[in-house]
T-cell receptor, first 111, second 113 residues
Framework: GQQVMQIPQYQHVQEGEDFTTYCNSS?????IQWYKQRPGGHPVFLIQ?????EVKKQKRLTFQFGEAKKNSSLHITATQTTDVGTYFC???????????FGTGTRLKVLA | NAGVTQTPKFQVLKTGQSMTLQCAQD?????MSWYRQDPGMGLRLIHY???????DQGEVPNGYNVSRSTTEDFPLRLLSAAPSQTSVYFC????????????FGPGTRLTVT
């Protein structure tokens, strides 16, 4: 079945440093979604990318969808303590409505 | 709007007991789904529904049943609880077949002893 892997699994950064998480799917995705989950909370939608090579920005967050639509990345510039949490990517299994979530990247920001 | 609500927030079951986790949404969303989250495993799809009367299996459906008699409600039934089902369960809904953002409920933390 389809697999969605994320690297790294964990990342500790000093406040102010940049952070990037990578998402790789075993199959081509029609779209990809990104979610953030704060410790003890539930996943919250951040963004959806649909087009090959698409780049979207939300303040300090930059999301990119690969040209082959099999990978994606989330880059945070100048991290803040409010960025702490786990970031997940998710994409639909080919030809279905099943959304498969990546393994997640847990970000810790040291003040 | 209350969004997606889940009850109970916490539950402890003994092996072999059955129970139903409740999920409701008031956004008139077609798509609803159940995920379980285990440490280091991310979110795994259990069952999903694209509309009232229509359900399908996700990645890890064994040991769980669902039904969707109304647009608003999507209960998850554990028929005979096992320790391996200890997890945090999230319900989510989306406007149309998950092609839009999914809204998650606050989760149910289930422990099976």
């Amino acid at each position: 079945g389809q697999q969605v892997m994320q690297i790294p699994q964990y990342q500790h950064v000093q406040e102010g440093e940049d952070f990037t998480t990578y998402c790789n799917s075993s199959t081509t995705l029609s779209n990809i979604q990104w979610y953030k989950q704060r410790p003890g909370g539930h996943p919250v939608f951040l963004i959806q990318l649909v087009k090959s090579g698409e780049v979207k920005k939300q303040k300090r967050l930059t999301f990119q969808f690969g040209e082959a639509k099999k990978n994606s990345s989330l880059h945070i510039t100048a991290t803040q303590t409010t960025d702490v949490g786990t970031y997940f990517c998710a994409g639909p299994a080919s030809g279905t409505y099943k959304y498969i979530f990546g393994t997640g990247t847990r970000l810790k920001v040291l003040a | 709007n209350a969004g997606v609500t889940q009850t109970p927030k916490f539950q402890v079951l003994k092996t072999g007991q059955s129970m139903t986790l409740q999920c409701a949404q008031d956004m008139n969303h077609e798509y609803m789904s159940w995920y379980r989250q285990d440490p280091g495993m991310g979110l795994r799809l259990i069952h999903y529904s694209v509309g009232a009367g229509i359900t399908d299996q996700g990645e890890v459906p064994n040991g769980y049943n669902v039904s969707r008699s109304t647009t608003e409600d999507f209960p998850l039934r554990l028929l005979s609880a096992a320790p391996s089902q200890t997890s945090v369960y999230f319900c989510a809904s989306s406007y149309y077949r998950a092609a839009y953002e999914q809204y998650f409920g606050p989760g149910t933390r289930l422990t099976v002893t």
